[in-house]
């Protein structure tokens, strides 16, 4: 063990993941009450009937395929800079609710309001290579 401490704003990267776990829950919760209303029974996970459901399946659906890189990122990247870190993980939280409920119009090209979060997401992706390269002695 190299005895590794913990940069001491840490801290915001952790509020972050607690409030992507909200996010999540919240994008969830919109498909629940979508399968009542459009009657799309378990365990399917698309409507052959109801573009509506699907909109708001998918909104939920591409968060979830992005989000096991979404933290890795934020949680190596918040090793070296945890403030900027905290910050891009922010703005990808938000641009995920936007991403929705341009999805919740029923018009699936307004989802691509939600893009900014890309800002974020990449600047996490930059975080965490930094952090390698430097835990490294590249850099």
Known sequence: MSGYQLPPDYGYCALVV??????L???GFRVMQARKKYDVQYPNLYSDTSREF???QRAHQNTLE???QFLAFLLLGGLQLPR???GFGALWLVSR????HGYYTFDPSKRNRGAFGYIGFL???VNTVLFGL????FI
């Not at 607690?18 to 996010?23: C, D, K, L, M, Q």
């Not at 609710?97 to 929705?100: N, S």
């Not at 430097?134 to 002695?137: H, Q, V």
């Open 18 to 23: 607690a409030g992507s776990w909200g996010v």
């Open 25 to 27: 829950n919240y994008l």
């Open 54 to 56: 699907n909109c708001i």
């Open 66 to 68: 992005v989000y096991p």
């Open 84 to 86: 900027l870190s905290a």
């Open 97 to 100: 609710i936007v991403y929705a």
């Open 123 to 125: 600047g996490l992706l």
């Open 134 to 137: 430097n835990s490294t002695g």
